[in-house]
């Protein structure tokens, strides 16, 4: 075999290195996109933001600030607020309702609901209900809203004609979070308990009491998959059929689940705050399909349909976090065309710390 000179080697390197940086300073742009299209955008909000709820009719998405007694309106097209509406003490868990074009904010510390106009921005009612309401859910099917109310161990219906309790349910203890699931006409009611309360809505009275995991938070309702999902201080989440009012699944998904939304094609969202992270559940495999990171302390979540993107209240920095959905993001890296000449990724250049190429691999 020739021997080959390390004179004639080190022209053979730069003969393959130079034109190796060329691509991958014509690369980095397309690299930097791809990157920064992942990382959360964050919009300032009020303090201690907490609930969200997105208007599909206007692409906005509205965020209870718990610690400024308002509510931010977060344009999706703009990703900026856009107006602040001042509301009751200590605003939680919110609901849209798409046929009056409004927004119902359950507020803790005054025990009332403030109703929001999405056309003028301006609370048009505010409705007095149980002794700490925390989250409510609408019945689109009736024209009803179900206040859960944590200190008075009891749920109440609002009619949207009159913006007044018709009904009060009494419940399992400390009723914290509610879905409403459409199909089945029930409405789901989490307790401290460990059960989850199942109230029917053409009689306002509790049907079925369901055992699921130790404390559950929140539940959500998902259409597509046909089952209602439970986070719990446990680590899972539980799956209920709603045709049998009973466990069919639990589902491991690591530390802190506090807050579960639908997102696209039966999968459910689930923020863990400590974590970071929001975790992407299968409705129909029940198994982690995704976890997202979004930035510290992740509350309450939202998906906006519009633009496939994740919306999280972020509770330490008064922001909310904005993250395109995974499905479409994750960059394939194939052969790239620039100026009719493909290219392909074929080698690896190692660069010492003192900023030398010291090796290659091809």
């Known amino acids: 075999m020739p021997k080959i000179s390390s004179k004639n ?17 014509l690369l980095f742009p397309l690299l930097h996109a791809a990157m920064a ?11 201690i933001p907490y609930g969200l709820a997105y208007d599909s009719g206007k692409g906005e998405i509205f965020v209870s ?27 939680h868990g919110m609901a849209y309702d798409q046929a009056k074009g409004q927004i119902f904010v359950a ?30 859910a609408y019945d689109s099917a009736r024209g009803h809203l179900f206040v859960a109310n944590e200190k008075s161990g009891t749920v109440s219906v609002i009619s949207d004609s009159t913006d007044s ?14 879905a409403y699931d459409q199909m089945a006409g029930k409405v789901f009611v989490t307790s401290t308990n460990s059960t989850v309360s199942v109230i029917s809505d053409s009689t306002d009275s509790v049907v079925a009491t369901i055992p699921v995991g130790s404390y559950p938070f929140d539940i959500a309702y998902d259409q597509m998959a046909g089952k209602v999902f439970v ?39 689930v923020s863990r705050y400590n974590s970071g992270v929001i975790t992407a559940v299968s409705g129909d495999e029940y198994r982690v399909v995704a976890t997202i990171p979004v930035g510290k302390s992740p509350f309450g979540i939202a998906y906006d ?21 995974p499905s479409s993001n994750v960059p394939e890296f194939g052969p790239l065309t620039i100026l009719g000449i493909s290219l392909s990724f074929v080698g690896l250049i190692i660069i010492s710390k003192s900023g ?7």
């Open 165 to 178: 309790v018709v009904a009060t349910i009494p419940v399992g203890s400390y009723p914290f979070d509610i």
């Open 37 to 47: 299209e992942d990382l959360p955008l964050k919009v300032k909000v009020g303090d």
């Open 231 to 269: 986070t719990s201080t446990n680590s899972t989440v539980s799956v209920i059929s709603d045709s049998t009012d009973s466990v069919v699944a639990t589902i491991p998904v690591g530390l802190y689940p506090y807050y579960i939304s639908s997102g696209p094609e039966g999968e459910m969202l």
């Open 9 to 25: 080697r080190q022209k053979d390197h730069g003969r393959i290195i130079l034109p190796s940086l060329a691509v991958l300073f």
């Open 356 to 362: 030398r190429i010291q090796d290659h691999i091809w």
């Open 65 to 91: 600030n718990a610690g400024s007694n308002s509510v931010s309106i977060i344009s999706d097209a703009e990703d900026k607020v856009i107006g602040t509406v001042p509301v009751g003490i200590a605003p």
């Open 107 to 136: 507020n803790l510390g005054s025990n009332n609901v403030s109703v929001i106009s999405d056309e003028s921005n301006d609370v048009v009612a505010e409705i007095p209900v149980g002794l700490g309401p925390h989250d409510v």
């Open 305 to 325: 349909v519009g633009r496939d993107r994740i919306f999280a209240t972020m509770h330490n920095s008064d922001t909310v976090s904005m993250v395109p959905y």
